[in-house]
């Protein structure tokens, strides 16, 4: 059982994390986390970013094009 020093941590945790679905979640590969910033890390160790760019291999040319997601 673990205890908490101030009566606002217990009711944080109640609220968003006793019984209740992570409520962040992974857009690549669906992993869902209880914090915004576990998410965050994951994504950065991932190397993964919502504002990467990522190639796009051209079927007509040898040339790859750049393209923003």
């Known amino acids: 059982m673990s205890s908490y020093k101030h009566k606002a941590h217990l009711g944080r945790h109640i609220k968003y994390e006793c019984g209740v679905q992570r409520q962040f979640m992974c857009p690549n590969c669906f992993k869902r986390f209880k914090h915004k910033n576990h998410l965050?890390?994951?994504?950065?160790?991932?190397?993964?970013?919502?504002?990467?760019?990522?190639?796009?291999?051209?079927?007509?040319?040898t040339s790859s094009t750049w393209r923003s997601t």
């Open 40 to 61: 965050q890390s994951h994504e950065v160790s991932q190397r993964i970013c919502c504002c990467a760019e990522t190639i796009v291999e051209s079927d007509t040319s």
